[in-house]
Every structure is written in structure tokens, then in C-alpha cells.
């Protein structure tokens, strides 16, 4: 935690925000997480004392966040490939996007002609697969580099921002959103975006960090998936399903996502300084026992992907 800085005051904190499940704005202190990519500041992990969500206190305002994007380490929005953690994550995210692929392909039965919307698209990799397998792919990404990087490199148009893009009403069969929602500030006005523009068989796609799983509570104030303060709400299953229900979704499946708890692990050793053969030697450990004890219970995984639909 050396060079960290407070942001504020516990009780600023406390009160700055409703909680998006139930409402309440009556919060515990659990401890406070160091923004080590960018800021170098504290920032407070608050529990809601209704609901349970976590929340990341004393956020920045919205049109701060950006702020806390700008480092060449984001690798989803810079693309980067310098080091060999960003190198895994290039590796490893071949096998994650046929995943992806594969999983949309059986929930749709292949069917031709699907709308594809990806929210928070990054570079734009897993939206040019798409739209090279037949889908008809729209995308939403605020950051104007990665934008650029896949206009430039896959010929993939997006807006800036869900409420500008213009497509009609009822006519996306998917929308993907891959470790996005734990970003946006306002849920409850996207949620009603996305009942807005599905079909109404259509799926809703989610993928979300775990902050009760296993990786969790080893690394607890280390674990990388915090990764505040660009992460606001840190979503338990339990928590982000009573989410959606509340938004007019119901669950119809989840998936643990073994690769996340690996690269995680990866990243949460580095926080905790260590280096060498035994980081990547520890991470394997941490993420193997964390893989292991989610096929037995999900709620144990490091990631999880949710799929919703209308209720």
C-alpha cells in the first residue's frame, strides 16, 4: 500500500450514493483498497447494511472516470502487449472468445441473421468475431482510443455512449456485456435501455468478477478484481441475480470462467509484490484451488457469466 493516499473522510463515504438493489444508503466500512494502476489513492470497500452489495465508496464523479483509465496496463483498452502478463492475457483471450462464441451460438441454435449488441466492446476483438461469424454486430465503447483501434483495425463502428446508439426498438436478440456492468454508474437507466432494445426471446449476457469467491477471500484487500475505482458494485451471484430480477430479468443459467481465475490470481500476487518464478507458481496454485472448488460450487469461482432474459 505504499504510496497510497486517503480520498476522504469514512463518513463522506457512507452517504454518497443509494444502493442500486434495495435502495438504502446505510453502509458498513469493510477496508479500504489502493488503487495501484493509476491514482495511487485509497478508496473504501462499503457494505450495504439492507442488501449486502459492495460498493466502491467515494467514487469518482462520472465525468472523472476517465481519469482512471489512462494507463497503457488497461489492456482492454489499449491493446497492449508489452510484458508478460498482458501477453497471457492476449493468449488467453483466444480461448476465451470462442468460448464466448460457442455459448451464444447454443443459446441462439445457430439461427442466422442475429442482432448482436456489445456494451463496453474494449478494442473491439470479441465484436469482430462476432461479425465474422454472420452476426450482425453494433457496439457501445466509450473510450475514443479504443474506438478508434477498432474502427481502424476491424472496420467496427460504435457510439460512445447506450443512449446515443441508434438501433430499434425490440430488435437485438443478444446483449453482451463482458466485465462491463460493474463500471457504469447508472444501472438502473441502462437496465431499462436493455429491456428497451432486446427481442423478447432475447438474452441478456453478463460477465462479472466474484467477490465471494475463493480467490476473494485469500488475496482479500489484494485481489486484483477490486480493481477500484473503476469498479464500483462488486456483485456476489446471489446479489447481481436480485439485481436483475428487480430490473425485469430472470436467470436461466450461469458459468463459472476458469481462465479469469488464473489471470487474476496473476495480477493479485503482483499487489501483494511478489515476483519472479514463484508469482506466476503461486497464481497457478490460487487459481487451480479456486477452478477446483467452483465445479463443485459456483459461488466459489473468481468470475462468473450470467445469462438473463426477460421476465
Known amino acids: 500500500m505504499a504510496g497510497c493516499k486517503k480520498t476522504g473522510t469514512s463518513q463522506q463515504l457512507?452517504?454518497?450514493?443509494?444502493?442500486?438493489?434495495?435502495?438504502?444508503?446505510?453502509?458498513?466500512?469493510?477496508?479500504?483498497?489502493?488503487?495501484?494502476?493509476?491514482?495511487?489513492?485509497?478508496?473504501?470497500?462499503?457494505?450495504?447494511?439492507?442488501?449486502?452489495?459492495?460498493?466502491?465508496?467515494?467514487?469518482?464523479?462520472?465525468?472523472?472516470?476517465?481519469?482512471?483509465?489512462?494507463?497503457?496496463?488497461?489492456?482492454?483498452?489499449?491493446?497492449?502487449?508489452?510484458?508478460?502478463?498482458?501477453?497471457?492475457?492476449?493468449?488467453?483471450r483466444h480461448f476465451t472468445l470462442k468460448r464466448k462464441y460457442h455459448l451464444i451460438k447454443r443459446l441462439t441454435n445457430g439461427r442466422k441473421g442475429i442482432s448482436l449488441l456489445d456494451v463496453g466492446a474494449g478494442t473491439g476483438h470479441f465484436a469482430a468475431l462476432m461479425k465474422k461469424k454472420g452476426y450482425a454486430v453494433s457496439c457501445v465503447e466509450q473510450d475514443s482510443e479504443a474506438r478508434l483501434f477498432m474502427e481502424h483495425n476491424f472496420s467496427l463502428s460504435s457510439s460512445p455512449y447506450l443512449n446515443d446508439i441508434s438501433?430499434?426498438?425490440?430488435?437485438?436478440?443478444?446483449?453482451?456485456?463482458?466485465?462491463?456492468?460493474?463500471?457504469?454508474?447508472?444501472?438502473?437507466?441502462?437496465?431499462?435501455?436493455?429491456?428497451?432494445?432486446?427481442?423478447?426471446?432475447?438474452?441478456?449476457?453478463?460477465?462479472?468478477?466474484?467477490?465471494?469467491?475463493?480467490?476473494?477471500?485469500h488475496y482479500g484487500n489484494d485481489w486484483a478484481a477490486y480493481d477500484v475505482p473503476?469498479?464500483?458494485?462488486?456483485?456476489?451471484?446471489?446479489?447481481?441475480?436480485?439485481?436483475?430480477?428487480?430490473?425485469?430479468?430472470?436467470?436461466?443459467?450461469?458459468?463459472?470462467m476458469p481462465f479469469d481465475a488464473y489471470y487474476i490470481a496473476l495480477l493479485s500476487e503482483q499487489r501483494c509484490n511478489n515476483k519472479g518464478l514463484s508469482c506466476y507458481v503461486k497464481a497457478f496454485t490460487i487459481g487451480l484451488k479456486t477452478n477446483l472448488k467452483a465445479r463443485r460450487q459456483s459461488s466459489y469461482a473468481s468470475a462468473l457469466t450470467y445469462v438473463f432474459r426477460l421476465t
Open 14 to 92: 457512507i452517504t454518497d450514493r443509494a444502493c442500486p438493489i434495495c435502495g438504502g444508503q446505510d453502509y458498513i466500512l469493510l477496508e479500504e483498497i489502493c488503487d495501484q494502476l493509476v491514482s495511487g489513492q485509497l478508496f473504501p470497500l462499503l457494505r450495504c447494511r439492507d442488501c449486502g452489495l459492495i460498493i466502491t465508496g467515494n467514487a469518482p464523479k462520472k465525468e472523472e472516470l476517465g481519469h482512471y483509465y489512462r494507463n497503457k496496463a488497461y489492456v482492454s483498452h489499449s491493446n497492449t502487449n508489452q510484458g508478460l502478463i498482458n501477453k497471457l492475457y492476449h493468449y488467453i
Open 167 to 217: 438501433i430499434p426498438v425490440a430488435s437485438q436478440d443478444v446483449i453482451t456485456l463482458w466485465h462491463v456492468l460493474e463500471h457504469i454508474p447508472d444501472l438502473e437507466n441502462h437496465f431499462s435501455l436493455f429491456r428497451k432494445l432486446l427481442t423478447a426471446e432475447g438474452f441478456l449476457i453478463l460477465a462479472l468478477p466474484n467477490p465471494s469467491g475463493y480467490d476473494a477471500a
Open 230 to 256: 473503476r469498479h464500483l458494485w462488486h456483485f456476489s451471484p446471489e446479489l447481481i441475480c436480485r439485481l436483475a430480477e428487480k430490473e425485469g430479468f430472470t436467470l436461466v443459467e450461469k458459468h463459472i
